[in-house]
């Protein structure tokens, strides 16, 4: 009979408990539910607005013939230091189009491919097929052009290209005489390398002759990093100079392939 008695407070005050335990619960589901305020983002440079980079962008968009085709892998939308967004916005309305996705087909980018079939029509990859653009010896004012860039990383663009059929179509060709990268909060893999925004900020003042297009593009470009690295961030160099002057701080990969790739950034071969 006590063992009974026991049993039956332990059964009366595990009840309670759970009861007393439903009321909180009940009293915390009544709590009016806070969501979280997004920052005010400019509808221009997609900046927040009180960093936004304005200011700094051309007044009226550039004028230019060449139409951009940014072809962007889907990681590349949810960086926050993005650098297409201000190229946009210094180019008119439909001469910075943005398509987002791994791959591209014919029948699911009708667009894309027509442009890629247009014998006027140029993408920006480097490698043994590519020409440099500046030794084409064309008048590119004559008629408009189009040119591909990639966005994305550089091992996320090289998958890009190697499983689009779609972008083999158009004439190769790459920058032998781009200046190095100022988008110094970010690590490139080696000291040629440029942001999307670089590339085409040297692509454009090559194919419309006029100098002045790299510079006014750029201007966003540097006003981003430098408000970056009074907020705290660092210069980044490329891994080429980190791996040649010793200063590379990460552990060796163990794959052979990466290894390999490792040694031509030493080399200064190309990679």
Known sequence: VKQSDETDRTASKTTTDEEDAGGVFLDLSELPVEESERRPTCSRCCRP??????????????????????????????RVLRTVPLLAACLPKGKCNVLVGRRFNEERHPELAAVCRDKHTLILYPGSDAENLEDLGRDFTTSPHNVIIIDGTWSQAKDMFLRNALFRLPKQVQLNSAPSSQYVIRTQPTNMCLSTLECAAVTLSIMERNQAIQE??????????????????????????????????????????????MQKLITNQNI
């Open 49 to 78: 607005e009180k960093v936004c980079l304005c200011p700094f962008l051309p007044v009226d968009p550039l004028e230019v013939s060449t139409c951009l085709y940014i072809v962007q892998h889907p990681a590349e939308e949810s």
């Open 216 to 261: 006014v593009l750029l201007k966003p470009l540097r006003a981003l990093c430098s408000f970056q690295l009074q907020h705290g961030a660092q210069v980044h160099h490329s891994k080429e100079h980190l791996l040649k002057n010793g200063l590379y701080d990460k552990p060796m990969p163990k794959n052979k392939r990466k290894i390999k790739r």
